[in-house]
């Protein structure tokens, strides 16, 4: 069975850095396209980043220079480090799989003074 | 990024065929088609249709999707209350090299 376990939200200050976890299992991230997808309070879905199996990565403007994905493939986890945090990045932040097939739970992240 | 047209909301009632749509362009729905996605509150996204019109294993067969050009459609017949939901279309858009998602339709069932 696919699983995707996430980690990491957290209350932080502006310009602050924080880093995501999104565990897998029953599968394996280096062969596997993998993304990280957030939704801001009141608003819908928006695109933040993604991982080709080959370990190109795309991000979204918005978080160009900011934030890097990556994988551990000895841990099986996905990541996204996030620096230079803002007060619009808060959001629910969910790593996914694929073209959308499995989703983490999703985890908070609050930028905040 | 530029995102992809849906309806904020669509309201039918029970029983009844609502249908959902989602519009971009030739390098995003038209190229590749389009996913969709429902978001209940307090849950991650499900997938109700991958980008080839596929449906998972679970899925109602009383949902259906579809395209045309660049719209993608999303059907739901026999409504029932539990189909009341937010749903969102996504597709990969080959120009930006991002993927897009639309804003959204909430779907109301009366």
């Known amino acids: 069975e696919v699983q995707l376990v996430q980690s990491g939200g957290a209350l932080i200050q502006p310009g602050g850095s924080l880093r995501l976890s999104c565990a897998a299992s029953g599968f394996t991230v280096s062969t596997s396209y993998l993304h990280w997808v957030r939704r801001a309070p009141g608003n819908g879905l928006e695109w933040v980043s993604s991982i080709f199996s080959g370990g190109h990565t795309f991000y979204a403007d918005f978080v160009k220079g900011r934030f890097t994905i990556s994988r551990d493939n000895t841990r099986n986890t996905l990541y996204l480090q996030m620096n230079g945090l803002r007060a619009d990045d808060t959001a629910i932040y969910y790593c996914?799989?694929?073209?959308?097939?499995?989703w983490g739970q999703g985890t908070m992240v609050t930028v905040s003074s | 990024q530029a995102g992809l047209t849906q309806p904020p909301s669509v309201s039918k009632d029970l029983r009844q065929t609502a249908t959902l749509t989602c519009t971009g362009n030739s390098n995003n729905v038209g190229h590749q088609g389009a996913a969709w996605l429902q978001l209940h509150q307090g849950h991650p996204p499900k997938l109700l249709f991958d980008r080839g019109n596929n449906r998972p294993s679970g899925i109602s067969e009383r949902i259906s999707a579809s395209r045309s050009g660049d719209t993608a459609s999303l059907t739901i017949t026999g409504l029932q209350p539990e189909d009341e939901s937010d749903y969102y279309c996504s597709a990969w858009d080959s120009t930006l090299n991002a993927w897009v998602f639309g804003g959204g339709t909430k779907l109301i069932v009366l």
């Open positions: 996914a799989r694929e073209d959308w097939q499995d």
